[in-house]
């Protein structure tokens, strides 16, 4: 007669039944002496595998609460060079089709490093499969698909974190409760970098698809976009085009700006919540990122690394200022050649300080406090990982809930709509309980709000 093997995970999806075990385990299986038992480490599968998914999948190796079991990419190609890079040891099983993964592999979470326009119908569809969810940042396409995901998560119970990692950085929040609970007095101004949009893509001749997709993989990358012959320049560059993201590249809006702008969220106190008004400074103009020339020395620890990956980029760039609710401003005027291209600079009555990734500045007697936890020691992804893995154990939020990356992705589509649809010197007024502005029909009807899905690619429903 063969034996049923029941794992913790077993045991809890089955409800309330107790079992006897009158066999001794070794210890190591129970979590004892320190080791963390197999059977409570949380069982993750990554979906989406480019490069920012082998970073991912490096630093999970490292966490023992947790254990991937399974990767998933429609390009066969992209699964097999994944696994040759970061897999080798891993005895990763593969596969091409979520839904197969979903059914055959007992996860408890799924880590969805996708393109950002496949990334809502693959988050909503695990959610509705009663999975956990890690989601790469941005992490939706527009507005309205974001507070569909957000519904799922709560409809569904699952708990969630959006990638952006500088809420699990210990200094960053340190300096940002500074903030936010008055250290520097009442934030007056803050000032943040002015991020690339995305470009509109151009009609090309076809490319021949690349050898080893199974048929119909086109069909699955393409998702809710628009069906276009393959060409390369989508298919491995589709963070520049607007159709597939809201500026991916390194100082875009959704590239960097998500970050940036969700590390003024946190400091302002404001992750539920979002600006009232907004104001197009000047016309839209394709510009680099910065005067680059104009720097006469460089910080080793600060501007090299930005100016080094920012200098290349040239997009659609005008300054915006926002306002929130209690009068604070936020004024989107930075160069990529200076500043905290990942974080901002919050000016207060009584001086002023800079978080950017895990570095601070400010007056000498705040910054130098002995409660001040310092820089991280071990690589950012873990810290934040972690912080998800144990939220799933515990059923808690994350640092980066859903609804607080909704807020954060809403600010880099409040830039790029601005720029869209904007009259120079007219504030454009924005309900953020209602998601949609009060003086602006055309901005309402704005496909950064919402756009139609292509048919077949339509979000699960919510039942």
């Known amino acids: 007669m063969a034996r049923t093997k029941w794992t913790r995970r077993d045991v809890l999806r089955a409800g309330s039944a107790a079992f006897a075990l009158p066999y001794l385990v070794p210890s190591s299986v129970l979590g004892l002496d320190g080791a963390v038992s197999a059977n409570e480490r949380v069982i993750v599968g990554i979906i989406g595998l480019g490069g920012r998914a082998r970073s991912i999948a490096n630093d999970c ?214 600006p009232v008004e907004i104001l197009l400074e000047e016309p839209v103009e394709d510009r680099p990122c910065g005067k680059f020339e104009t720097v006469t020395e460089v910080d080793e620890t600060r501007l090299d690394y930005l100016i080094r990956l920012a200098k290349p980029v040239v997009g659609p760039r005008a300054k915006i200022r926002m306002w929130y609710a209690n009068g604070t401003e936020l004024r989107l005027h930075l160069d990529g050649e200076w500043g905290p291209g990942l974080g901002a600079i919050f000016v207060g009555e009584k001086g002023k300080i800079e978080i950017n990734r895990d570095k601070i500045a400010g007056p000498k007697e705040l910054i130098d406090s002995p409660d001040n936890p310092g820089p991280i020691t071990r690589p950012e992804n873990q810290y934040h990982i972690e912080n998800w893995v144990e939220c799933i154990k515990t059923r808690k939020k994350c640092n980066a809930d859903i609804e607080i990356g909704q807020r954060a992705t809403s600010l ?38 919402s756009r139609p899905r292509r048919k077949g690619w339509e979000l699960p429903a919510l039942t």
């Open 61 to 274: 190796k490292q966490i023992p609460q947790m254990r991937v079991v399974a990767v998933c990419d429609c390009f066969k190609p992209a699964v097999d060079a994944f696994v040759k890079h970061v897999g080798q040891d891993q005895n990763w099983s593969t596969y091409e089709d979520i839904h197969e993964m979903f059914e055959k592999e007992k996860l408890d979470g799924i880590m969805a490093e996708t393109t950002t326009h496949a990334r809502a119908w693959v988050v909503v569809n695990a959610m509705q499969a009663g999975l956990d969810t890690y989601i790469e940042k941005p992490m939706c396409l527009t507005i309205d698909e974001g507070r569909y995901m957000v519904n799922a998560a709560r409809k569904f119970k699952r708990v969630t974190q959006v990638g952006t990692q500088q809420r699990s950085m210990p200094m960053n929040n340190w300096a940002s409760d500074l903030v936010k609970n008055g250290a520097i007095g009442k934030i007056k101004t803050v000032l943040a970098p002015n991020f690339v949009g995305p470009l509109k893509w151009t009609s090309k001749d076809s490319e021949p698809l690349p050898e080893g997709g199974k048929e119909g993989w086109w069909d699955k990358w393409t998702n809710q976009a628009e069906m276009r012959p393959y060409h390369h320049l989508l298919h491995h560059g589709w963070e520049k085009w607007w159709a597939y993201d809201g500026g991916g590249l390194c100082y875009g809006v959704t590239g960097w700006g998500t970050h940036s702008y969700d590390q003024i969220q946190r400091a302002l106190g404001t992750d539920d919540t979002g």
């Open 412 to 449: 880099c589509y409040l830039v790029n709509l601005a720029r869209e649809v904007g009259q120079v010197g007219k504030r454009l007024k924005w309900d953020p309980a209602a998601e949609r502005f009060t003086n602006c029909d055309e901005a309402n009807v704005s496909t950064y709000i």
